[in-house]
Each structure stands twice: as C-alpha cells, then as structure tokens.
C-alpha cells in the first residue's frame, strides 16, 4: 500500500460492520430527533425530505464538484466538522432564500411564503389543512433535488470531469464551472420532467400539463420518480461497487463516452421501473391496490406502482455505498475489478436491498422502529411506508463521513 493511503483501522470486515453499525445508530437516533412522529420535532415527511436531499446535493457540490475547497489542507475531524457547517448554512441559504424568497419572486410554487400568501388571499382553492399549500413548495424543491443528484453528478461520473478535464483550471473556477454546466443541465432536465406537474397542479394557460399522461395512465410526479431513481442509482453504482463496468467497454472520447452512457442508463433505468411494476404484485397484497383505486381511481393505482419502484430502488442505497466505501468492495477471489467481483456484488446488493426490504414492510420497521402510524395494517403499510425518506437519511451519515470526514475515525494513513 501506498504511503498515506488508507487503511481499515480493525481490518476488513470488521472496519465495515463497525462503521455500519455507527452510521445504522447515528441515523436511527437522528431520525427520532427530528422526524419521528414520537420525537421532540415531528418533520415527517416535510419539511424534513426537503431539507436531508439538499443537504446531499449541496455536498455534491462541496466534495464531487469543488472537492472540498477552500477546507481541503484543514486536518480531521476539523475539517469535517466546518464542511458540515457550512453545509447546514447552505442548505438553509438555497432553500429559504435562493428558492423560497428569489426565485419564488417569478415562480410562485418554489416559495413556500407565496403559495401560502396566495392560498390565505383565495386566489388558490382551499385546502383544510393549514400549510398544506406551502408544502407544494417543498415538493418543487425536492423534485430540483431529484433531478440534480443525477445531473450535478453526471460529468464527474460519466463523463470524466469533462469540459474541466482537461484543461488547467485549479479549484474553485473548476468546480464553478461544473456547478455551472450542472446547473444548465438541471434547468433543463427539470423544465421537462417536474414543471408538467404543476401545470396539473395550477392549470392554465402559462403551464403545460403532464405530457407523460398517456404512457401509463398517471399525470402525477411520481412517474418520473419510478424510473429516474433507477438513473440516479445506476450512475452512483458505476464508480462504487461496479468500479466503473460496464462503462469501461465504451472506447470514445468525450463527451460521446459520456453521451452514450447517459442514454444506455436512462433506458435501462426505465426498463427496471417497468420490471418493478410488473413485479409488484407479487407481494403487495391486493387489497392495497383495491385501496387506492377506490379512494381516487386507476390512476392512484398506476401512481403508486411507479412511487414505489423509485422506494426499490432506495433499497439499494445503503449497500451498493457501504460496499464500496466501508467494505472495500470486498468479493471472492484477488482481484476486486474482476468481471466475477462486478456480478458478485450486484447480485449481493440485490439480495440486500430485499432483505432491508422485507424488514422495513414486512417486519414493520417504518411503524415501530420509524413512528409511521399510516403502517399499522399490511395493506396500508405500502402505499403509506415513506421508505424513500429513511433510506435517504440512512445514507446521510454514511456519506457525510466518507465526504467530509475521509473516513475519520474508521480508516487510517499508512506511513
């Protein structure tokens, strides 16, 4: 090993079962603190799914994209502790002012003070719940979120850092201009997948509708929501666990390279959605679909199959990433790249992600160990279960220690 590479302090796998252990804690004890119905704070889900998924995409920004300057020769767990500062202070910044207070100036549904503003003065219908209407806000940010994991992520991953790889730029102009090329991408990403949405929501003249209507009988969100977490989760698993096969057997430069692998990626992402909703019946009791189609139609049914294939898919988070970062991407034989280590540890988050799970709906962990009360009955438990939401916090410390910690205090330097 390299002088100052790192090491698992206790070895493998007990450096990974440890550090799962801790960040498994950590988030169980956080979650209580500030979303579980029986804690002192009860954000569940919101505003607590808007604030954990901009605490992610701003630490794109932080650790992918600027690669944690200006902090970077700061010494641990300094350094950690002031990244996950500022990351809080942005956070608030990006959400409380850029969205809610700048852009909700022209774009009344990403201010959480307009919608309510405009809901108190009639100009909205009613709705009976106080502060219903701002959460639509919400939404329209975590719905930018959704788009932007993929987006701000996609030219490190996929592209190779290009257009700032090569060139001579130095930090912080090089993770400018990501932010920058990530941000066009996001605009326009989000223009065609999410503003339809509102458009349903408020219609009229200046918005379209849902386009996707027609292609599987639902103009709700969630459609994207079915397949572009499947995106998100086959970009990620590409520098994680699969070590960047199946990738690497596309010889073009850039960007085609990158091109190329987006498009695969979308329409693999879109083939295990449908897989999903195909397979969803098997277990998901029918009573549930008989549920929903009688409280708001077909439709309701076609909308959940698509939420809950992008839930499936947040299943696979906590292994493929665990795997990789605390695991060492540890598989039979000698050689992790191996063509025998990609499929071993597909197969092996595939396995996971269905035992978390079986524990999750099955074992009713989202009633009892997260204070969903919608979880009480089998039939409800789906369509109520909010596992995308854990599974995203579950991930939050995981990534904060790799991010801004470099793994302090789970792995050394060799000297």
Known sequence: MAVGALKPRWGQPLTGIISFCVFFAVAWLTWFVFSDPRG??????YPFVMYLAMMILVGIWQHMLLADWPFQNIKQPLRGIIMTAVNLVLVWFVIDVLFYRFLGLGINFFSYYG???ANAA???AKLAEPGATGKLAQVAVVCFVLIGFYTYSVSTIFFGKWPST???LQQPAKGFLEIGWGTTLTV???TALIIPFFGVLFPGAALNGSWWTGIDGTPHVHWVFGWYEWAIVILFMTPNVWRMKPWSLINLPQPWKGI???LISFVAAYAIALLCRQLIPLWVPAATML?????KGVAEVQRFFWLHSAEIAGFTLIPFLIWHHYFDDMAPGSNPDSWGGFFFRTIGVCCFAAVSYWIFYYGNF???GLGNHHMTDLPERFSHGESLVWNFWWIIPLLWNEWFFHKWPFYVHEH
């Open 291 to 295: 549920h929903l189609e009688a409280a």
């Open 122 to 124: 009639g100009k909205l």
């Open 366 to 368: 989202g009633h009892w």
């Open 40 to 45: 002192p704070i009860k954000w569940f889900p």
């Open 166 to 168: 090569p060139s001579d």
């Open 115 to 117: 919608l309510e503003a």
């Open 260 to 262: 190329v692998s987006v």
């Open 188 to 190: 326009l990403t989000y």
